[in-house]
């Protein structure tokens, strides 16, 4: 399923469902009535984000580790060799020196956070990155795919 949405980005919701992907818990809608960005949960721990003004799918988040109590966590099987524990130093040696990096920051209200690394996989479409996303201990909390250009900043 993670593969299919990878391959996914940048089609339109209704291009998804049209072409059979199956999207459970669908159509997006947004926080607001006047949303920038749609979203949905097709599985637990997996969200997928869509730019509202053509609901072109542009990035989805998946949670590998809590980063607040009770989230929803994703289970099944990831793409690229990807495994569902990993941490900074198992990116660098398996993926090489990251394409952008973050060191860890504090976000307000919050607290700290790990930062995060940007690689473009092997096999990967040229217009999509992942992004990995570090708690304090550098271990990967959450793996986002996402376009390279999104319709908004």
């Not at 099987?77 to 973050?102: D, V």
């Not at 860890?104 to 996989?121: A, C, E, N, S, W």
């Amino acid at each position: 399923m993670i593969d299919d949405l990878v391959k996914s980005l940048g089609r339109t919701y209704p291009e998804m469902v049209a072409s059979g992907l199956y999207l459970p818990g669908g159509p997006p809608i947004g926080m607001f009535d006047d949303s920038d960005t749609l979203s949905m949960m097709t599985t637990p721990g997996v969200e997928l984000g869509f730019w509202a003004n053509n609901k072109r799918f542009e990035k989805f988040f998946i949670s590998l580790l809590e980063s607040f109590e009770g989230e929803s966590l994703y289970k099944g099987t990831l793409p690229y060799e990807l495994k569902s524990y990993m941490n900074q130093g198992w990116i660098i040696s398996k993926f090489g020196i990251p394409l952008e990096s973050r060191a860890p920051f504090k976000v307000p209200v919050l607290g700290m956070t790990g930062g995060h690394d940007i690689y473009r996989l092997p096999g990967m479409l040229k217009n999509t990155k992942v992004v990995f996303k570090y708690n304090l201990e550098m271990e990967v909390e959450m793996v986002v795919f996402r376009l390279n250009k999104v319709s908004h900043a």
